[in-house]
Antibody
Framework: QFHLQESGPGLVKPSETLSLTCTVS??????????WAWIRQPPGKGLEWIGS???????YYSPSLKSRITMSADMSKNRFSLSLSAVTAADTAVYYC?????????????WGQGTTVTVSS | DIQMTQSPSSVSASVGDRITIACRAS??????LAWYQQKPRKAPKLLIY???SLQSGVPSRFSGSGSGTDFTLTISSLQSEDVATYYC?????????FGGGTKVEI
């Protein structure tokens, strides 16, 4: 059974780059059946999709974050990563990784527990 | 981008009540809609996909309907453990978008 686990620093300074990793167990991120996504939730607010990654290397990003995001996968370690540059206080949130089928198909059926990131000096 | 609008933003009901949450897409998405339940300090949980398909392990009191632009999540008999915030999400095309959420209280 797939299990996802986020990891990364809990505190990032303004203007720096946030880097998070999602380690996948119970299956391979090379699976053709799934995409791998990042979603965030600012304190007291709703869910925001950040981007999705396919094993081929194809990436799909939120237009509002596209200029600051890079997503990548490390097949050898069965994990994928998010980099968000030039962070501000508005990037403070719980960050989740999740699995989903392709666009037009089912929802995000496996989620990590989430990791809290605070942007502050 | 496809905008998703949920209503109401909150609902208070009694145990055993039937409640309905609405979700509207700014353009047609067929049946590419998912519903999630999120309890405090927990990750969201997929309830419904494809607008009406129940995710494995989800109680049958949850159901989804709709197609095109208008969708509904129904809880047929509200239980205390259903207290949570519910979100819809369009899965038709990137960028994926979520509704603003509906908080269900007892």
């Amino acid at each position: 059974q797939f299990h996802l686990q986020e990891s990364g620093p809990g505190l990032v300074k303004p203007s720096e780059t946030l880097s998070l990793t999602c380690t996948v167990s119970g299956g391979s991120i090379s699976s053709r059946n799934y995409y791998w996504a990042w979603i965030r939730q600012p304190p007291g607010k709703g869910l925001e999709w950040i981007g999705s990654l396919y094993h081929s290397g194809a990436t799909y990003y939120s237009p509002s974050l596209k200029s600051r995001i890079t997503m990548s996968a490390d097949m050898s370690k069965n994990r994928f990563s998010l980099s968000l540059s030039a962070v501000t206080a508005a990037d403070t949130a719980v960050y989740y990784c999740a699995r989903h089928a392709g666009s037009g198909a089912g929802g995000m059926d496996v989620w990590g527990q989430g990791t809290t990131v605070t942007v502050s000096s | 981008d496809i905008q998703m609008t949920q209503s109401p933003s909150s609902v208070s009901a009694s145990v055993g009540d039937r409640i309905t949450i609405a979700c509207r897409a700014s353009q047609g998405i067929g049946t590419s809609l998912a519903w999630y339940q999120q309890k405090p300090r927990k990750a969201p949980k997929l309830l419904i996909y494809g607008a009406s398909s129940l995710q494995s392990g989800v109680p049958s009191r949850f159901s989804g309907s709709g197609s095109g632009t208008d969708f509904t999540l129904t809880i047929s008999s509200l239980q205390s453990e259903d207290v949570a915030t519910y979100y819809c999400q369009q899965a038709k095309s990137f960028p994926f978008t979520f509704g603003g959420g509906t908080k269900v209280e007892i």
